[in-house]
Antibody, heavy 119, light 110 residues
Framework: HLQLQESGSGLVKPSQTLSLICSVS??????????WSWIRQPPGKGLEWIGY???????YYNPSLKSRVSISLDRSNNQISLNLSAVIAADTAVYYC???????????WGQGTQVTVSS | QSALTQPASVSGSPGQSLTLSCTGT?????????VSWYQQHPGRGPKLIIY???KRPSGVSNRFSGSKSANTASLTISGLQAEDEAHYYC??????????FGTGTEVTVL
């Protein structure tokens, strides 16, 4: 049974880097056809796609965040990492990781982790 | 890349049918049959309920159905139940390996 669990820094200062990890159990992140995405939800607002990474390591990012975001695979620990640099208050959100099946289908989600950007 | 437009709220009585709209552009919904819908209850992660416009994942009630006309996708909830009270988000492939979500609709069961 696939499970995803987000973790990381809950409070980040403006201009610093937000770093999160998604721990995956039940399937290898390196298995063919596996792709993984990060999606966020600012307080009281809708969902925003951040980007995704294929099992091969190829990445694709939201154009509005592309200059600041990086997603990578840690195959030895079966984890997916998210780094977002130069954060501002507008980056405050619940951050979710999700399995991406293609065709806009994100079929399994973690519970999400709250990140607040504040000095 | 602008968010897809959804009505902020929709309400209905138990047993009724509700249709939620999701409006994009000719460059996203109008071009690709790749709309998905997600249900989100308070404090929970979203749940996929429709993918590729009309398909339901295993285990999702057949009371949920999806359709599309031109630049607008729709989600219909038939036989509305109290447990359907939640936020609903649409999502579409937007070309160039990017995706965009909708603004979300809050469904209230009266």
């Amino acid at each position: 049974h696939l499970q995803l669990q987000e973790s990381g820094s809950g409070l980040v200062k403006p201009s610093q880097t937000l770093s999160l990890i998604c721990s995956v159990s039940g399937v290898s992140i390196s298995s063919g056809g596996s792709s993984w995405s990060w999606i966020r939800q600012p307080p009281g607002k809708g969902l925003e796609w951040i980007g995704y990474i294929y099992h091969s390591g190829n990445t694709y990012y939201n154009p509005s965040l592309k200059s600041r975001v990086s997603i990578s695979l840690d195959r030895s620990n079966n984890q997916i990492s998210l780094n977002l640099s130069a954060v501002i208050a507008a980056d405050t959100a619940v951050y979710y990781c999700a399995r991406y099946l293609g065709g806009s289908s994100f079929d399994e989600w973690g519970q999400g982790t709250q990140v607040t950007v504040s000095s | 890349q602008s968010a897809l437009t959804q009505p902020a709220s929709v309400s209905g009585s138990p047993g009724q049918s509700l249709t939620l709209s999701c409006t994009g552009t000719s460059s996203d919904i109008g071009t690709y049959n790749l709309v998905s819908w997600y249900q989100q209850h308070p404090g929970r992660g979203p749940k996929l309920i429709i993918y590729e416009g009309t398909k339901r994942p295993s285990g999702v009630s057949n009371r949920f159905s999806g359709s599309k006309s031109a630049n607008t996708a729709s989600l219909t909830i038939s036989g509305l139940q109290a447990e359907d009270e939640a936020h609903y988000y649409c999502c579409t492939y937007a070309g160039s390996a990017t995706y965009v979500f909708g603004t979300g609709t809050e469904v209230t069961v009266l």
